[in-house]
């Protein structure tokens, strides 16, 4: 039974899951926005060399995030479908656990920390 947990236990770290990538997505944006105005305010080569490295950064951050939730919610699907095609007792029913998408997770979370703290640098060295 290792490898198993509860639905419920299942169900809640999808949905707080996707808040958080949903929240990661709306720091991206944040970034993306005063990165324009950085860019706006400074035409410095060694500001708008290093500002491409940040763009190309948050493209591929959203392209894991639509990876991630597609993932998750498709994940949930299974759970959902398992389910009703036996609803009893679900509070008290386990299945199949998913490690690689917990850890998925937890590399995102630390990449996306790494570029945060990047990026939050950047913006000190620049203004």
Known sequence: MNDTKYIHELHAEHKTWLEELNFASDEIRSFE???AELLRANSKVEI??????????????????????????????RISEEAKANNVATDHRRTQDHPG???????????????????????????
């Open 33 to 35: 926005n005063r990165l």
């Open 48 to 77: 708008t060399s290093k500002a491409e490295h940040f763009q190309n950064q948050f493209i591929r951050h959203n392209e894991v995030i639509d990876e991630l939730s597609h993932d998750i919610r498709e994940d949930e699907q």
């Open 101 to 127: 998408l917990r850890d998925r997770m937890e590399t995102f979370r630390g990449i996306f920390n790494e570029l945060k703290q990047e990026f939050t640098a950047y913006l000190s060295e620049a203004l």
